[in-house]
Structures are given as structure tokens and as C-alpha cells.
T-cell receptor
Framework: GQNIDQPTEMTATEGAIVQINCTYQ??????LFWYQQHAGEAPTFLSY????GLEEKGRFSSFLSRSKGYSYLLLKELQMKDSASYLC?????????????FGRGTQLTVWP | DAGVTQSPTHLIKTRGQQVTLRCSPK?????VSWYQQALGQGPQFIFQ???????QRGNFPDRFSGHQFPNYSSELNVNALLLGDSALYLC?????????????FGPGTRLTVL
């Protein structure tokens, strides 16, 4: 099976920077996704990496190293509204876009 | 532009019953994927529909079945409900060909099996 691992919980203070790590062991790889999910709501797309390197999008950046099976999501200038679960997901080679393998999610709590 | 919609929002059933959940994809999307998310877990892929056919299936028993209609909307059916089927059921839509990497999730249906 596929193994996607991320920390269960993290805490940080408003205005700080936090890095959420994700490691994966999969049979074939064709892209890594990060989603944000507030309690009781749908996951919303944050970022997508298919090649090694850093993708930046405003306060959010995502990094991928395929050789290490490793990604991180970097959140800068944290705000209270960033308190949510952050889901790392992998698409496998040969799978369509809609089929993703998700980690358990990292619950981030931002304190004032 | 309507996003992904799902109905009902919440549902309570008893063991052994059957349930049907519904999903309308985002306008312009032709592919619907269904996920089960247990409390404290990430979503798990159930199956995907495109052109009214099941295209891919995750590790779920035959009790889970689905359908896609000509207007791209979809249903998820679960027979012989078990307590362990209690979860948030998410529908996600995307465009099969020439679409971006993003798929859009609906708000989900919270199913409770007593």
C-alpha cells in the first residue's frame, strides 16, 4: 500500500512561520498536493508540486524532493484563520487526477 | 458559478439500511470522485466516474456502488450499512482532459450509522 506520513498536530503563534512536513513511500509518483480543511468543511486546494523545488503562492509555499520522498508546506505571517487541518496527498503514476492518496492531516492551531 | 454541491448535509441511518448520497459537480467539470473521511483521518478514495462509467476504484467492498448521469451528477449508494460506515462522504469534481491539477470538493454529507 501507499504510506503518507505527516505530524498529527502543530501549534504556532500569530505572525510566525510554520513548516508542515510530509513524507511518502508510494509505488510510482505523479504529483503531490496540499489541501486545507477547516473543521466541518470541504478540503480546499492549496498547492501542487510535480517537479523538485519550491512553489510559492502568497503566504503559502510548498517544496518537493522526489528523491527523498519529502515535501513541506510553509505558511508565513500566520493568521488566526490559518487554524485548520492540512492534508498532504499524492497522485500515483497511471492514476487519473481524481484519485489521490491522503495522509491523516496535520491539525494546526494558531494562538494569538 | 456554482461549486460542487452535495445532498443531504446530514443523514442518520441504522445498521443494515441502505443510503443514497448525491453530488453535482462544478460547472464545466465531467469527472466525479467520491471519498470517505472518518473522524481524524484523511479522505480515502472510494471510486471515480467519468462518461457514466466507473473508471477507478479504491479498496472498498461491493456494498459501495455508484452512478453518473448524463448531466455529470453522481450518486453514491451504500447497502447493508455498518457502524464503521459512519463518516463524512466527500465528492470531488475535476476535468478529465486538459484540466488543471486541481479538483474541487463539495461540503460533504455527514453519515451517522446507529
Amino acid at each position: 500500500g501507499q504510506n503518507i506520513d505527516q505530524p498529527t498536530e502543530m501549534t504556532a503563534t500569530e505572525g510566525a512561520i510554520v513548516q508542515i512536513n510530509c513524507t511518502y513511500q508510494t509505488s510510482g509518483f505523479n504529483g503531490l498536493f496540499w489541501y486545507q480543511q477547516h473543521a466541518g468543511e470541504a478540503p480546499t486546494f492549496l498547492s501542487y508540486n510535480v517537479l523538485d523545488g519550491l512553489e510559492e503562492k502568497g503566504r503559502f509555499s510548498s517544496f518537493l524532493s522526489r528523491s527523498k520522498g519529502y515535501s513541506y508546506l510553509l505558511l508565513k505571517e500566520l493568521q488566526m484563520k490559518d487554524s485548520a487541518s492540512y492534508l498532504c496527498a499524492v497522485r500515483l503514476r497511471g492514476s487519473t487526477l481524481g484519485r489521490l492518496y491522503f495522509g491523516r492531516g496535520t491539525q494546526l492551531t494558531v494562538w494569538p | 458559478d456554482a461549486g460542487v454541491t452535495q445532498s443531504p448535509t446530514h443523514l442518520i441511518k441504522t445498521r443494515g439500511q441502505q443510503v443514497t448520497l448525491r453530488c453535482s459537480p462544478k460547472s464545466g467539470h465531467d469527472t466525479v470522485s467520491w471519498y470517505q473521511q472518518a473522524l481524524g483521518q484523511g479522505p480515502q478514495f472510494i471510486f471515480q466516474y467519468y462518461e457514466e462509467e466507473e473508471r477507478q476504484r479504491g479498496n472498498f467492498p461491493d456494498r459501495f456502488s455508484g452512478h453518473q448521469f448524463p448531466n455529470y451528477s453522481s450518486e453514491l449508494n451504500v447497502n447493508a450499512l455498518l457502524l464503521g460506515d459512519s463518516a463524512l462522504y466527500l465528492c470531488a469534481s475535476s476535468l478529465m482532459v486538459a484540466g488543471g491539477p486541481e479538483q474541487f470538493f463539495g461540503p460533504g454529507t455527514r453519515l451517522t450509522v446507529l
